[in-house]
């Protein structure tokens, strides 16, 4: 059994590593110190530095490499496509920190592609806003909006400097209809350089738009960085094969 000092010394070593890889201060790639190093730096046995990398292990923080040692985990980032909910909500479930900054914001009048996005009139006026959220240090999506403020006028009033649109939106006005469009693109100088990616490196687009009672209310393009990325869907039996 356990001892009450190597439990303690359990949660401080395991509280430590976590608190450097959810920093970054560890990133993806970094390995970790030998158990013997560990041992010795915390003052505990080598089988209560093994029960902490098991545990970092089992929690894919780290991946274990026999004869190679322990490395922190590249996250396996997943994209959420037949639901809507907040990248933010996306970023947490990755136990990484989060965080977001307003590139742009800028009321206009829609344009033709404004238009065909949004089903909209040629006098209609949109919200378009580029956003970029983080996960961790690491750019986690690049997000282009638009919305309708015929539909939502309150969104003029919002500076979004601290809520990402997507976040207020949800809360703010419910939708009926949601169509999703999926496909790859590489990335071009300008989305490599936000992103911190190389040009023409492979990305994961998805473009969502929705509908509430009154029309159309948002369309939105959010751009991921395609080697961290995947898509998951869960369906269940009943429909069309």
């Known amino acids: 059994m356990t001892n009450g000092k190597e439990a303690t010394l359990h949660h401080r070593i395991l509280s430590d590593i976590e608190g450097r890889i959810v920093s970054g201060e560890w990133p993806p790639g970094y390995r970790l110190p030998f ?116 539909t939502v006028p309150e969104a003029e009033a919002e500076d979004f400097a601290r809520l990402a649109p997507g976040t207020w939106l949800i809360s703010q006005i419910p939708w009926s209809t949601a169509e999703h469009k999926i496909y790859a693109l590489s990335a071009s100088a300008e989305v490599g350089k936000t992103l911190d990616i190389p040009r023409n490196a492979a990305c994961l687009v998805i473009e969502r738009r929705t509908w509430g009672s009154s029309g159309p209310v948002t369309f939105v393009r959010f751009t991921y960085p395609g080697d961290r990325h995947a898509l998951v869907a869960r369906f269940t039996p009943g429909g069309e094969n």
């Open 35 to 150: 158990e013997v190093d560990l041992a010795a730096q915390y003052g505990c046995s080598r089988m209560t530095a093994n029960k902490v990398l098991t545990h970092l292990a089992r929690a894919g923080l780290i991946e274990r490499r026999k004869k190679s040692g322990s490395f922190v985990a590249q996250p396996v980032m997943q994209a959420a496509v037949l639901e809507i909910h907040s990248i933010e909500a996306e970023v947490r479930s990755l136990k990484l920190p989060y965080s977001y900054r307003l590139e742009r914001r800028i009321l206009r009048e829609a344009g033709p592609a404004d238009r065909q996005h949004l089903e909209l009139s040629e006098t209609a006026s949109v919200l378009d806003l580029v956003c970029l959220h983080h996960a961790g240090e690491r750019p986690f999506c690049l997000e282009e909006r638009l919305i309708n403020l015929a």
